[in-house]
Structures are given as C-alpha cells and as structure tokens.
C-alpha cells in the first residue's frame, strides 16, 4: 500500500471522527439537559431555561470551530498538514475524556469546555479538504471530496448510533451517558496514533501567513469579498442555518411527537446518515456535471417546500418514509459547496479558502443553537417550519442576486 493511500486512509478516518463526534451527542444533550428526571440541571430550571442551555451546549461546538477552522487552514499552509492534524486530533482525546468526567460529575460548566474544545479540533475539518486537494485533481478531486463526504456520513450514521446504545441502560446495565465519551476518547487517540505514524506530508509550507485568532470573522467579510464566490457562501450561510435548524432541533419534535428516548433518536440519526452516504456516493455523481448554483438554485426552494409536511405526519412510519430523501438530497447540496469553492481556489490557497469557507459554515451553524433554544423547547415543530424558511431563503440568493459564470463542479 502506497504512503499516499496510507494518507487518505488517515484523513478519511480523521473526517470520519468529526461527524462521529458531532452525531455522538445528538441523542445525548436534548434528553439530559431537557429532562428533569435525569438530575443533570436543578429542578427549579423552566422549559425555557433549558431549552436556552441546550442550545448553549449545541452552538458551543461550531462557535469553536468557526474561530479554529480558518486557524488550522492557514496554519497548515506554512507549517505542513501533518503537524497541525496532529494538534487538532490530541484537543480532541483531551475533550471527549472531560465530557465524561462532566457528566460524572454532573457538571454543566465542564460540559460546555469540552464542548468548546471538541469543536477547536473539528477546525481539522479544513486540513482533511486541503490534504486532499494537495494530492487530486480534476476527476480524482471531485471523487475524493465526495468519498470524504460519505466518510463523514457514515461518522454521522454510526456516531448517533454510538450515542444512543451506549448511553442506554437498556442495553447494557453499566452504560451511562458518559460512556459515548469515553468510547470517542479511545477512537480519537487510535486516530492521533495513525496521523503520527502513516500520515506522509502532503504540502510543501508557503511563506508564513500572518494567523490571526479572530480570522474566522475576517473571514467573513473575506467571503463576500471573494467576487467569484459571493454568491455562493451567501446561499450555503443561510442554508446552513437552516439545516442546523433541522438536525439540532429535530429531537425535541421526536420526543413529544412520537416519545422518543436517547436510543430511539440515536436510530433516527443513524437513518439521516444513511441517506447521506446514499447521497454522497450515489446522487451526487448524477449531478456534477451541471454547475453547482444552477443546481441549489432549484433544489434550495424545492427542498425547503418537501420539509414542511413533516410537521402534520403523526404516524412514524409515514413520518419516516417522507423524511427519507431529505438526507439524501441534503447531502448533495452540502457537498457542492466544497466541491465548487475548491475548483475556484489556487492551488497554493486551499488551505485558507477552504477555511474561509468553513468559516461561513461554522458561524452559520453556531447561530441557531444560541437564538432558537428556547423557541424549539416552547414549538418542537420550529426544528421543521423553521429550518424550511431558511433553505428557501437560501435558494432565494441564487434568483435575486446575480452573480459570475460559475464552472462546472467537474465529473466524478
């Protein structure tokens, strides 16, 4: 086996981790901090308040992200991705071991560190596309970015999973909700293991670049700025606020809706993410041959539209049966997005454009966790109107705001 092959292999393991992490705690947080019987918050906190630090919880993983990202995408353009992988993966052994000493020790302050810190080493995110774009090109660029995404679905399908079985008694007497996050521990530190020991640099470091810690805000006024993908951060900013919507908020609509528990919701992301390598690997090759806009420029509205009758299903297996090509649809429209920001970039600027656009990703995804807590607690059914109105809007910038000739996103 090559060393380059041995590199993918590392960084698709890395992308896998993230999205594990990020669905790990999805059947986790809405249960323990929404549920006064788990003793997790004091009795006296009203529906409101919880709502309010759930959603604290939830944004305190992308607000990190969106400061570290650009971070560790700059850095590894004149420090080398190897080194920087490094760091991001050892953050994260250190977070999942404090996420379970927080929920040992009942500690919602300890929580949110670690969730601060899980959310710096998913800045890794940046360097796994740029590592990738180092050693691609043309049809191998598109191929590689899309087995990426279906890498981190799966982390997205087995990382609710974790979540839910783990953290169930049911399953085994001893499982509590800190065993999730001593599991991701291990898997993390298996993974600093790899990147120390099989990851061969693939990028000859640029001259230094100044770093600055608050590059993920200039790097939102960097994305309108970039006159070629104005248009396009725009759509995948208010889309992305409207996904966030959706996946975050979804369990609190599960559990009144159909009493959902954290194993019955750990199923239910685990199906998300199986439309998502559905649509990564599958969906995605029919459509990369049309320019990225074009397409989000009809699947935003049309998307949005097929979300709303969610809200009136109250039978399961219907329910399920409709949200089945959200996923699948939706993991199309998240991968054009790196897909086409790559292909517009230099090949000496992956690192920060790709940060830059990760940027625009993570600041979206921060927001509605921190604005909308308390109004998805009050109406569950927001995670779904609510998410709808976003993704239309997104599909709205591409009718009204016109924009450069956008290039294919290139075969498959």
Known sequence: MSLQTLTKIVVFFT??????GIGLVFPLLSPLLLDPAQGFLPL???DSMRGALLGFALAAYAFAQFFSAPV?????????????????????????IIAGFAIFLQSYCLLLLARLLEGVASGSISVTYATLADISSGRSKAKNFGFLGACWSLGFILGPFAGGYLSSNEVYTFFTYATPFWFAAALSLINLLLVVFLFKETFTPAPKKKIRILQGVINLKKAWELAPLRRMMLAMFIFFLGWETFALFIPIFLIHRFA???LDIGNFY???????????????????????ERVLKIGLPLFAIYTVPLMY?????????????????????FALGPIH?????????????????????AGSLALPPLIFGSLAAIYPSFSIWGSALFVFLGGLVFWFIKGPKIPKTGPI
């Open 15 to 20: 992308c896998f981790l993230d999205a594990f």
């Open 44 to 46: 006296l906190n009203s």
């Open 260 to 262: 959902f528990d954290s």
């Open 72 to 96: 560790f995408g700059t850095l590894s353009d004149h420090k080398g991705r190897r080194k920087v992988l490094i760091i991001c993966v050892s953050i994260a052994v250190i977070g999942y």
């Open 341 to 361: 920001v790559s292909n517009a970039s230099r090949v000496d600027e992956q690192g920060e454009v790709l940060g830059i656009y990760q940027s625009v990703q």
């Open 270 to 292: 685990a199906f998300l993410g199986a439309g998502f390598v559905i649509g990564n690997t599958l969906i995605l090759r029919l459509v990369t041959h049309i320019p990225a």
């Open 313 to 333: 299903f109250s039978y399961l297996p219907f329910f399920l049966v409709w949200l089945s090509l959200i996923p699948i649809v939706g993991a199309v429209l």
